[in-house]
Nanobody, 121 residues
Framework: QVHLVESGGGLVQAGGSLRLSCAAS????????MGWFRQAPGKERELVGA????????YYADSVKGRLTVARDNAKNTVYLQMNNLKPEDTAIYYC??????????????WGQGTQVTVSS
């Protein structure tokens, strides 16, 4: 079992920046792909960014490309989502997820509890 705990969410003005953290326990993350998802009220959960097990490949949804960056620090067993130039439409609950196999999909095996990000206009 991989336990994931997000932190860093909060309220930010449009155009501002925020960094989300996802700390893992129970397993090391070296053998896990990591994804960041978000879900706004009334909308489906969407994958916004992901990083491969090796850390040498990343994926970003078109809506966030150039503004959000996924990074991992295996020494700290932590992944990050750096969010820049935030927009009101980025408002959502953000989740981190881990999976030993899947990457660009919604079928990740392990999920954090989520952290709220609210962007005011």
């Amino acid at each position: 079992q991989v336990h994931l705990v997000e932190s860093g969410g909060g309220l930010v003005q449009a155009g501002g920046s925020l960094r989300l953290s996802c700390a893992a326990s129970g397993r090391t993350l070296t053998n896990y792909n990591m994804g960041w998802f978000r879900q706004a009220p009334g909308k489906e959960r969407e994958l916004v960014g992901a990083i491969y097990r090796s850390g040498d490949s990343t994926y970003y949804a078109d809506s966030v490309k150039g503004r959000l960056t996924v990074a991992r620090d295996n020494a700290k067993n932590t992944v990050y989502l750096q969010m820049n130039n935030l927009k009101p439409e980025d408002t959502a609950i953000y989740y981190c997820a881990a999976d030993p196999t899947v990457w660009i999909t919604r079928s990740y095996a392990y999920w954090g509890q989520g952290t709220q990000v609210t962007v005011s206009s």
